[in-house]
């Protein structure tokens, strides 16, 4: 009886430590729950991230007389437009400071017309700076400057009054301006205005008052020399130009009688027919999405197109205006490819429909001769759908929907200043502060961010969600142990569990029992009952 007695005591011991393990272990995995939910602020979820800022598009004017450049920024999808001075303060009186701006990477420069330095455009940044060597005093230097096609890819400028070409140097920090190649011509001559690369490398010159085609070769130690025939000893001759698709330069007349072609060898030419005597006929010049190439006129009747396919030039639409220098800017849209005009003295926006062969005007009454408006106009950067101009005598900038045909002033009022804007130029897309390209960058880190912590609280949520249903069950075993011994009962949890366990089969049972089955009808016969073959044989 004692051996029995020790036996027994030990199986006690063992059971008690059996069960002490237990209550450990649970108490270790009620640790580690609480542990892990101790990371989360009452179980709230993560607060959900602020909406984006707006998505910003930024154009640059470029200023003449105004007295500083001006940022546009743009609302893609919203309906504000607001404007602000940056860069270099000028001062009131300071006049014809820049006329155009050349784009090379995502910056743009301006060379001085009577400015002292070149203006550099950052789009990358939104800096606004003067750069390199200061220039004489000397109106009418530089009008405007291009990209050449060469390794180097520096920027060069032919002289208008000034005697020797510029080259910009953008590789170098800071960029290196200097004056290079021979003395060309007087300071007294406007020689030459616009400026364009041709697809054989070399650079061309159209001539104002000089007599002959500049050609500039930027392979060959940046030598210069005129050639093509003698264009006569005409002021004004020409003051814009275009590539055409088949490598060919093309010049509207200002002056001249006809229209100017170079072609990639340097051949120069008059082709078209003679446009008579009127002057100041066309001022600007692109090429539309058709392949063709479009002037509105300026004191010309009518919109000139140039088929360099057909060596075909003609004039299209209806006769615009009476008299008054109606348009000096266009810039193509690169939503319906449609050619869009900023109105000089004419009184409505010029849409040209290049695959109609067909111009109108659209838009609000912006007022008559008296006042010359806008001479700068470009397309927005993408995916901004609207095209801008810049105002000359006007006060505000000019937003023009291509989509709805609409027209508005938007923007602050810059004042009486004449001639306030020569260029504009689309910048960037910015977003929060920042280039677009980088916002995006940030906000995917952060939303991947946010998306983890999204998981970690989902499952956190779970496990106490899981432990609260621990508890809950424990409690209710603990409830049953203490009902079952106040009744004499000798059932446990595991007893609960099992009879749980066996109720919830047998219910299963009876449901798959009221269920329809596929198996053989004969299986189904009641057992109880008896059948009619049984009775007859009891019969």
Same mark, same amino acid.
């Given at each position: ?244 698709? +088949?490598?060919?330069? /093309? $010049? *509207? #007349? !200002?002056? =001249?009688?006809?229209? %100017? @072609? &170079? ?72 939503? +319906?490819?449609?050619? /869009? $005009? *900023? #109105? !000089?003295? =004419?009184?409505?926006? %010029? @849409? &040209? ?88 960058? &940030? ?97």
């Amino acid at each position: 009886m004692a051996a029995e007695a020790i036996a027994a005591d030990a199986a006690a011991l063992r059971l008690g430590a059996g069960a002490e393990g237990d209550q450990a272990e649970e108490n270790q995995e009620e640790k580690e729950d609480s542990e892990e939910l101790e990371d989360s602020s009452e179980d709230e979820a993560p607060v959900a991230p602020a909406a984006p800022p707006p998505v910003i598009a930024k154009l640059y004017g470029i200023p003449r007389d105004y007295k500083r450049p001006v940022e546009v920024s743009v609302e893609i999808d919203g309906t504000k437009v607001s404007c602000k001075p940056i860069g270099p303060d000028y001062g009131e009186n300071s006049a014809s400071k820049f006329i155009h701006a050349c784009k090379k990477d995502n910056s743009y420069f301006s060379v001085p017309y009577d400015g002292r330095k070149v203006l550099e455009i950052d789009c990358n940044t939104g800096v606004v700076q003067e750069t390199g060597k200061t220039f004489r005093k000397e109106g009418g230097k530089y009008t405007e400057a291009v990209c050449s096609t060469n390794s180097h890819a520096c920027m060069y400028a032919a002289p208008c009054r000034a005697q020797r070409m510029l080259e910009i140097d953008k590789e170098t920090v800071p960029p290196t301006i200097k004056e290079v190649g021979p003395v060309l011509g007087s300071k007294k001559m406007n020689k030459w205005w616009a400026i364009a690369a041709s697809c054989g490398g070399r650079i061309y010159a159209i001539p104002y008052d000089a007599p002959r085609v500049l050609e500039i070769d930027p392979n060959r130690g940046v030598t210069a020399k005129m050639v093509g025939p003698d264009l006569g000893s005409v002021k004004g001759k020409y003051c814009c130009i275009a590539e055409a698709p +088949n490598g060919n330069l /093309y $010049c *509207a #007349p !200002l002056n =001249a009688k006809q229209v %100017l @072609e &170079i072609d990639p060898q340097g051949r120069v030419r008059l082709v078209g027919p003679d446009l008579g005597d009127t002057e100041r006929k066309y001022t600007c010049i692109v090429q539309a999405p058709n392949k063709l190439l479009y002037a509105p006129p300026l004191y010309a009747d009518r919109v000139l197109e140039i088929n360099c396919a057909r060596g075909d030039v003609r004039e299209i639409g209806e006769i615009l205006g009476v008299g008054e220098a109606k348009y000096a800017c266009a810039a193509v849209s690169p939503l +319906n490819g449609m050619v /869009y $005009c *900023a #109105p !000089l003295e =004419a009184r409505k926006v %010029l @849409e &040209i429909d290049p695959e109609r062969h067909e111009s109108h005007q659209i838009g609000l009454d912006l007022g008559g001769q008296d006042i010359e408006k806008y001479s700068a106009i470009c397309a927005g950067p993408e995916p901004c759908s609207k095209m801008y101009a810049a105002p000359r005598n006007a006060h505000c900038f000019l937003e023009i929907c291509p989509r709805r045909a609409y027209v508005r002033e938007v923007g602050s009022d810059h004042g009486r200043v004449n001639r306030k804007f020569s260029c504009i130029v689309p910048g960037s897309i910015w977003q929060g502060g920042m280039l677009k390209v980088d916002y995006d960058v &940030i906000q995917a880190k952060k939303d991947l961010d946010y998306q983890h912590k999204i998981d970690k609280w989902e499952r956190r949520t779970s496990s106490h969600q899981e432990a609260m249903m621990k508890d809950a069950f424990m409690h209710g075993r603990k409830m049953s142990s203490v009902s079952n011994s106040r009744s004499g009962s000798k059932v446990d949890g595991i007893g609960l569990w099992s009879h749980a366990q066996s109720r919830s089969a047998s219910k299963a049972d009876i449901s798959q029992s009221r269920s329809p089955s596929k198996v053989d009808p004969i299986d189904t016969i009641d057992e109880r009952k008896p059948s009619k073959l049984s009775m007859f044989n009891r019969k």
